[in-house]
């Protein structure tokens, strides 16, 4: 008896395993955007950690612009960045609305979601009296960020400036402060 329940059970198994029934066609792969990760890290030469951010999560946004606190500064700012808030708020580490890297990107948070930026040299100006101009894109966002360099020593920078923000519908200005600090982390 129970060699018959073994050879109904392989018998079974085998006819189950036929590759040539009849299959439905595999349905076509959507992305979602939405699922797709913030940025890249690797490791490079040296062991030294680099990130690359994803400039073009979203293609069209049409949402209102509201930008929140970080709750943290994200791990993509490792050693020395840029950290900015409201004109009207005292900077602490989880008041910030706009970061950068000092080099490449920008990061805000717009409805929840971190957004980050690319910085375009090329669109990049120094004005006069210690003023520049620095213009990031990405995920359907444009930052030209005024700012001046209000006292600057000892590895720190305090700055004030201005964020015009851009999305396929809105516009945001916004007035900050805060600066670079080489000794974050």
């Known amino acids: 008896m129970t060699h018959l329940l073994l050879f109904s059970f392989f018998l079974f198994c085998f006819i189950g395993c036929n590759n040539h029934s009849n299959t439905m066609p595999k349905a076509?792969?959507?992305?979602d955007t939405?699922?797709?990760a913030l940025y890249k890290k690797d490791t490079g030469v040296n062991h030294v950690i680099y990130y690359e951010p994803n400039y073009s999560l979203i293609k069209i946004d049409t949402s209102s612009i509201r930008l929140n606190f970080f709750n943290k500064v994200?791990?993509?700012i490792s050693f020395?960045?840029?950290f900015y808030t409201y004109d009207t708020t005292t900077?602490?580490?989880?008041?910030?609305i706009f970061l950068t890297n000092m080099t490449t990107y920008a990061i805000i948070k717009s409805n929840g979601k971190d957004?980050?930026?690319e910085k375009e040299y090329d669109k990049c100006l120094a004005l006069p009296d210690d003023t520049y101009k620095d213009v990031y894109s990405g995920n359907d966002y444009e930052i030209i960020f005024y700012h001046k360099v209000i006292k600057d020593g000892?590895?720190?920078?305090?700055e004030i400036g201005k964020l015009i923000i851009e999305n396929s519908r809105h516009q945001l200005v916004v007035k900050v402060h805060g600066g670079d600090n080489l000794n974050y982390r």
């Open 154 to 158: 000892y590895g720190k920078s305090n």
């Open 34 to 36: 939405s699922s797709s």
């Open 91 to 96: 900077l602490a580490d989880n008041k910030y």
């Open 74 to 76: 994200p791990e993509t």
């Open 28 to 31: 076509s792969v959507t992305i």
């Open 115 to 117: 957004i980050y930026l």
């Open 80 to 82: 020395r960045g840029e």
